[in-house]
Nanobody, 115 residues
């Protein structure tokens, strides 16, 4: 499975962006992670394939919404009320089986939020 993330860019604080992730094949739970300069890789949000259950990092709850279109192997991250601390490279990832590890990763897309 190959993943391709897109949609990053430069936005002012309080603005919005929507990230997209296209998968080349069938995926199980998929998610978004991010890494800011000098910081560790951080979980952002995840969504299951079947019931579409979601989970979010506390830092983005109420501002970000994850969704997926299984028919077209797409996943999205709608990011609203962006803050400078959301600046990072965002990666989409997918588990290789039910309950498995995030084995597949996209190349990352840069999100920069100016104050």
């Amino acid at each position: 499975v190959q993943l391709q993330a897109s949609g990053g860019g430069l936005v002012q604080a309080g603005g919005s962006l929507r990230l997209s992730c296209a998968a080349s094949g069938r995926t199980f739970t998929t998610g978004w992670f991010r890494q800011a300069p000098g910081k560790e890789h951080e979980f952002v949000a995840a969504i299951s394939r079947g019931a579409g259950g979601t989970s979010y990092a506390d830092s983005v709850k109420g501002r970000f919404t994850i969704s997926r279109d299984n028919a077209n192997s797409l996943m999205y991250l709608q990011m609203n009320s962006l803050r400078p601390e959301d600046t990072a490279v965002y990666y989409c990832a997918a588990r290789d089986r039910l309950g498995g590890d995030y084995a597949y990763w996209g190349q990352g897309t840069q999100v920069t939020v100016s104050s």
